[in-house]
C-alpha cells in the first residue's frame, strides 16, 4: 500500500496537466512541451514463461521535452496482470510507477521518430493463488528498473506510438509464486509492449 500515496498522486498530475498538455500544442517550438500519453498491450515473462501466461498492461505517462532538444522526461503509471499456469486460478498484479529520460533520434516532430528510454521505479505485486488446499494471497514492494525503444507517429497534432522495455526488478520466488517453494532471491524479467496515443 505504500506505493499508492504516490500512484494517486501521478493520476492527479496527469489528469490536471492533460489541458494544459493539449494547449501546448498551439505554442511555439520555443516554449517546454508538455505532453500527456495513454496505451495498452501485452506483457511477456521471460523467466517465469513456464509458470505465467502472457500478460496484459496499460500506462499513462505525463512526459516534458525542451525545444530543439532531443532529451525529454517522462513519468510513468503503470499496470500489469499475468495469470498462474497449473493451478486452480492464480494472477500476479503489478501497479507502479517510474521516472524515465528519453533521448529522440529527430527532433522533427512531423515524420516518424525512434526514441530510446529508460528509468526507475516502484511497484506493487499482489499474488493470489488457489490450488488444492492452497489459498494465497501475498503483497511485496519493490524498486523496479527497465530500458527500451519506441517509435512514434504524428497524426494531426497528437501521435500514435508503439514502445517495448525490458523491465525487471530483484525479489524472492516466494513473491512469485512457484511450486517448489523455494525463497531464494532472483532477478525476475518481463516485457511490456505498449501502444497508445500522445496528445
Not at 124 to 129: F, P, Y
Not at 162 to 174: H, K, L, M, P, Q
Not at 180 to 196: F, L
Request: hydrophobic letters at 45%.
Amino acid at each position: 500500500m505504500r506505493c499508492l500515496i504516490p500512484i494517486a498522486c501521478t493520476v492527479a498530475l496527469l489528469v490536471a496537466s492533460a489541458p494544459y498538455a493539449m494547449a501546448q500544442q498551439a505554442t511555439t517550438d520555443n516554449s517546454p512541451v508538455w505532453r500527456v500519453s495513454v496505451g495498452t498491450g501485452f506483457t511477456a515473462p521471460l523467466d517465469l514463461e513456464d509458470s505465467r501466461t502472457l500478460g496484459l498492461g496499460a500506462r499513462g505517462s505525463l512526459t516534458v521535452g525542451v525545444p530543439h532538444s532531443p532529451l525529454a522526461l517522462r513519468v510513468d503509471l503503470f499496470y500489469e496482470h499475468f495469470g498462474l499456469k497449473d493451478v486452480t486460478a492464480g494472477s500476479n498484479a503489478i501497479i507502479g510507477e517510474s521516472a524515465n529520460a528519453l533521448w529522440y533520434v529527430s527532433t522533427t516532430r512531423d515524420h516518424p521518430r525512434p526514441y530510446f528510454v529508460a528509468g526507475l521505479g516502484a511497484a506493487e505485486i499482489h499474488t493470489t493463488v488457489q490450488s488444492g488446499q492452497i489459498n494465497l494471497q501475498h503483497g511485496d514492494y519493490a524498486f523496479i528498473f527497465d530500458a527500451g525503444a519506441g517509435l512514434e507517429f504524428p497524426v494531426s497534432s497528437h501521435a500514435l506510438f508503439v514502445e517495448a522495455r525490458v523491465r525487471g526488478f530483484r525479489t524472492s520466488a516466494y513473491t512469485w509464486w512457484e511450486p517448489d517453494g523455494s525463497g531464494a532471491d532472483h532477478y525476475t524479467w518481463w516485457v511490456p509492449v505498449v501502444v497508445g496515443v500522445t496528445f
